[in-house]
Structures are given as C-alpha cells and as structure tokens.
C-alpha cells in the first residue's frame, strides 16, 4: 500500500489552485445565511485544504497530536458554538455515543492519553459534523445543501488532474498499478474523498438527476484513476440504488417491468465488461473469497503467496487478531487502547472491526457492530423513495470499512456525517398512539 514516497506538488500550486477556486465556494456559501451551513462548508472545505498539506499537517506538533487532530479540536469547540445543541440527542447518535463511552473506557483501563484524545477528537468531529448537516438540511433541504457542497471537490479534482497530466503517478502495491491523486498522502483518502463527491451527487438523484447524471461520470474517472479497489467497490452499492431505482421512479407503473429488465440486463453488461476490463486488479479478491476459510490461522503459517494477498491485508488482520487473543483478560474485553497499534505494528489494520477488536476489545467490537447496525436500522426507516439510496450508502460505507479504516480517517468522518444526516433527514413519518385517540404525526 505505502511501499512508495507520494509524489507531492509544491505547496504554491496546492494553494494556487485552492485560492483560485475558493470565490466559487465562497460565493455559494454567502448564500445560506445561517452560520451552521457556512460551518459545513467551510469545515469540510479547509479539512481537504490541510489533507493537500500533508507534509505539514500529518506529523505530531504538540503533545502527540498533529494539526490535523488540534483542527478537528478546534472545529468541534466552533462547531458547539455555532449549531443548535438539541439535536445531539438525537437518536441516530446512540451508536456513536455507545463507542465513545467503550472507548473512553478502554482509554482509562489502558492509561493511554495521547493517542485517547487524538482518537475521542475524530468521533467529536463525526457528531459535530453530523449536527451542523442535519440541521441544514432541516433548514434548506438536500438539494441546496449537496448541490453546494458539489462547490468543495473542485480543487482536489483539479489537482488530480493535473497530477494525470503532468505523469505524476504514486507506484501502489505489488502489481505495477498506479494511482493519480493530486499529490494527497495517500489513495485511500483521496478516494473517499470522491467517493463522498459521488455520495452527494446520488443524494441529489431524486430531486436533481440531471446535476447527478453529469457528476456521476466525473466520480467514476476519479475513483479509478487513484485506482483504490476498496472505494470503487464501496461506490457500486449507492450508484446503483440512484441509477437503478432513480430511473424506475420516474418511470410509469405500466412500463416499469420492462424498465426492470432492460436496466438490470445492462447494468449485469457493464458489471461484466467492467469486471474483465479489470480482472487483474480484482484478482486477489476473489482468491481470497474462495480460500478464505484457509486463510484463517497465526501469522506465521502464512506462505509467501498467501502473504501478498490483497496487499497483504489477510496477513494484517492475522498479526492484530493473533496479538489480541494472545493479551490480558482486560485486554480481551477493552483491547489495548485507542491508537495503541502504532509502535507495535507497521501498518494499520486495514479493517475497522478488526482494528476495533484490538484496541477496544470485545466490548468495542460489539458497539461497532451495534453502530452500523443502527444505522441500516434508520436507513431502513427512510421514505420509500429514498430508502434504496439510503441503504445503499450505507452498504458501501460498511464495504469501505471492511477493507480500509473509513471511521479511522477524517475523510471518512465526512463521508459518514453527511450520510448519517441524510439519513436522519429523509426519516419517515412514523404514526403514535396519544391518550386522546387521535393519530398524531412524528418523526420520532
């Protein structure tokens, strides 16, 4: 994954072309005059702007933590001043909160700070995140909201461009294969970071589908030139519910059967065409499918080719459940502690259960499961017409943290929040029983 030095653009370029673009966003921006959307935007806008930087924002400044996790700090403080605090009861939190308080725990147990706070301050950012996107949708509704939001991918879209013309490519993984991504740190973030492009462009799809249909092909070119298998795979599940049930929904009752069976005729074409076109790319996971059984064993029993496999992520998770098994009783149920497998492995876990599982224990594994078990159970819960592209985001976001660490990057806090309050705002009307024998609507 990282075997290669990222090729990075002088830091004037990088601000050139931020600065450049930046009176677009700010012109969008000015239009909504309430401080929440304005946050949001620009929180989202200066996190891609630091990710650019990463040189300078990566590394540990003060007390272990890097400006990246003092910015998330110091959004989380802007963030509570400016938003409404009512809505952090909300109940599509209870599965953030359920994590943080197991994580909290396991901090204290392990007596790890550091890498606690660093930790505590992505999930903060999550839910503040969360609040300032829910309560401008409530306000604005989706399609103001996403079709600004379209305005923040623009700089690093040009700079993956440009990264494409000017042939500088990051060497990634052991099959030759390449990834452009505008001289960020690293694919898998640059990949969620359009994969949250094209999650706003199909939550656009019922309102706008023409903006959706001209931003959907520049995701796609995207995601495939910084060629990160996890995030194109994470992107077919929500492409496909807004392709598919968008064009059944607008289609009349008489003619969607026939609808059904043409989209679904083409859609398994291109699926084909697009499997063989990059088989190679893809191969290891399908030996991993069918030899996934063998694959379950210590590190150390792992042959030379087994070792490779997926970039070496069946290894990895090997060598993080081998060392969870082999720990304390405590450790058994609360982990090690957050962020406690730096200095004990190279590389990240590449899969957020398993990397929860080691630092948080059983106990950590369970909230997660509980987490996006929640959060199917609200998707599920969302107007018949925006159910599927609900599920369907949410089914890609689980794909992303099964071979990635999406809750781990600050890129995949943003892709989540903006989910999770799309979610929360399309919720259907439930009817409740009230003493007075009258039907009364609510949102619950």
Not at 43 to 69: C, E, K
Request: proline residues 5%; hydrophobic residues 50%.
């Amino acid at each position: 994954m990282e075997a290669e030095s990222v090729p990075t653009f002088p830091p004037y370029v990088v601000l050139g072309v931020f600065l450049t673009l930046l009176p677009i966003t700010i012109i969008t921006a000015h239009r909504f005059k309430d401080g929440a959307t304005r946050f949001l935007i620009a929180a989202i806008w200066l996190r891609y702007l630091m990710s650019a930087f990463h040189q300078y924002t990566f590394p540990p400044v003060i007390g272990g933590l890097s400006l990246n996790a003092l910015a998330s700090v110091a959004f989380i403080a802007v963030g509570f001043m400016i938003t409404d605090w009512r809505f952090l009861g909300l109940k599509g939190f209870a599965g953030i909160y359920l994590m943080i308080i197991v994580l909290v725990t396991s901090s204290i147990i392990n007596g790890i700070t550091g890498g606690a706070i660093a930790n505590l301050a992505k999930w903060g950012y999550l839910v503040t995140l969360t609040v300032a996107a829910y309560q401008t949708l409530r306000r604005h509704g989706s399609v103001p909201l996403f079709r600004a939001l379209l305005t923040v991918f623009l700089a690093p879209l040009v700079l993956q461009a440009l990264s494409v013309l000017l042939g500088m490519g990051k060497g990634s993984e052991d099959d030759g294969s390449i990834c452009f991504i505008g001289g960020y740190n690293h694919e898998g973030a640059f990949s969620i970071l359009t994969l949250t492009f094209l999650y706003c462009a199909c939550f656009l799809e019922p309102d706008r589908p023409k903006l959706t249909l001209a931003c959907i092909p520049i995701a796609l070119v995207s995601l495939f030139l910084a060629n990160y298998r996890t995030s194109i795979l994470a992107a077919l599940p929500v492409l496909a519910a807004a392709m598919f049930f968008g064009m059944i929904r607008r289609s009349s009752p008489r003619d969607r059967p026939l609808v059904v069976i043409v989209i679904g005729l083409t859609g398994l074409m291109l699926f084909l065409a697009a499997g063989i076109a990059v088989q190679q790319r893809f191969n290891d996971l399908f030996v991993v499918l069918s030899n996934s059984g063998n694959l379950i064993k210590p590190p150390e029993y792992y042959t030379t080719a087994e070792s490779g496999l997926l970039s070496a992520r069946a290894l990895i998770w090997s060598r993080y459940i081998t060392a969870y098994l082999n720990g304390r009783i405590t450790n058994l149920a609360f982990g090690f502690g957050p962020e406690s497998w730096e200095g004990v492995f190279p590389r990240y876990a590449h899969n957020t259960f398993v990397s929860i599982l080691y630092e948080a224990g059983a106990f950590g594994l369970a909230s997660m499961v509980l987490l996006f078990a929640w959060n199917f159970r609200l998707a599920a819960r969302a107007t018949l017409g925006r159910r599927p592209l609900t599920l369907g985001a949410h089914a890609g976001f689980l794909v992303l943290n099964l071979a990635t660490m999406g809750l781990w990057q600050i890129e995949g806090n943003v892709l989540l929040a903006l989910t999770l309050a799309y979610t929360l705002h399309v919720q259907a009307p439930r009817r409740v029983w009230v003493p007075q024998r009258q039907w009364k609507m609510s949102t619950g």
